[in-house]
């Protein structure tokens, strides 16, 4: 190469120290590319900064994924939306936009086991730390024993605390499993910390007119919908599970897909009309 070797070992030990090593892996090869005169100066530097660029992307992103607790990633790319025709792709699509996050939304999947609610929650939120928004997911059962653990130790204004920092908060499997006695209240208080100051997302398969059962307090179920449904998106999902789709035959009739509970708002406090925005299943072609 006509690049002066003194120049070139001095450019290595520049790339060295401002710790860029994608940058010198490519070095050379750019190089050549410039000399043969397939690409400009202007553009070397471009393509050389750009490869940096992704690196430093890419680990962010996988720290963060880390940090927020996704480890078993899904993408928008990879869901089936024809084997779940209730759903409006455009308007997941939308939903990727993540206008909601900004405007400290509620987001709420609601349908049977299986549909997809989980696959589509922790792909907006892998939409929201591409996009340089920080996520915490985790299940509901997770998140009250880790407040009920807190509140034993005297933490639990720091445990809250904490759970408040992230602008997305996602709480999966709401009704799956019983709720401890107490968690009901604990979840409220992590709810009003967070009310109008960071968006969530949350999947349920029971009906909100269920939540009185799920958390064993109809009055702490309805002030928890009081905020959750203030400022909220609710996306029913009226379909059958997809990892159950090849054994549907083998499935006693109780087990058939039946449709998503409609949601119904709570009581309502005075002067603050909840601001539900629900995205109707749509006909199946």
């Not at 001095?10 to 190089?31: A, D, K, T």
């Not at 607790?69 to 455009?90: E, H, V, W, Y």
């Not at 997941?92 to 206008?99: E, Q």
């Not at 408040?164 to 709401?174: A, G, K, M, S």
């Amino acid at each position: 190469m006509n690049t002066a070797p003194a120049t070139l070992d001095r450019i290595r030990h520049h790339l060295v120290g401002l710790r860029m090593p994608r940058s010198l892996e490519v070095l050379e090869h750019l190089l050549r590319q410039l000399e043969r005169g397939e690409i400009s100066a202007l553009e070397a530097i471009d393509q050389l900064l750009d490869e940096e660029l992704s690196l430093r992307e890419g680990r962010r992103v996988k720290a963060a994924l880390k940090m927020g607790r996704l480890l078993n990633i899904k993408t928008l790319a990879g869901f089936d939306f024809s084997f779940q025709p209730s759903l409006d792709r455009n308007r997941i699509l939308t939903l990727a936009g993540l206008d909601f996050i900004s405007r400290h939304e509620v987001l709420h999947f609601l349908g049977q086991p299986g549909c997809g609610k989980t696959h589509l929650a922790i792909a907006l939120a892998v939409e929201a730390v591409k996009a340089g928004r920080s996520v915490y997911f985790t299940t509901l059962a997770e998140l009250i024993g880790s407040l009920a653990k807190a509140e034993r130790e005297g933490t639990l204004r720091e445990r809250i605390r904490f759970l408040c920092r992230p602008q997305l908060l996602v709480v999966d499997e709401i009704g799956y499993l019983p709720v401890i006695a107490g968690g009901g209240n604990l979840f409220f208080q992590l709810v009003n910390a967070r009310y109008e100051r960071g968006a969530m997302i949350l999947t349920s398969n029971r009906g909100f007119a269920e939540w009185g059962e799920v958390f064993g307090d109809t009055v702490v179920a309805t002030a928890l919908l009081d905020r959750l449904l203030h400022h909220a998106i609710v996306v029913r999902i009226e379909g059958a599970s997809y990892r159950l789709r090849r054994h549907a035959d083998l499935l006693p009739d109780s087990s058939a897909a039946r449709p998503a509970h409609q949601p119904q708002p709570p009581p309502r406090r005075r002067g603050r009309p909840p601001k539900i925005r629900t995205l109707e299943p749509t006909a199946a072609t």
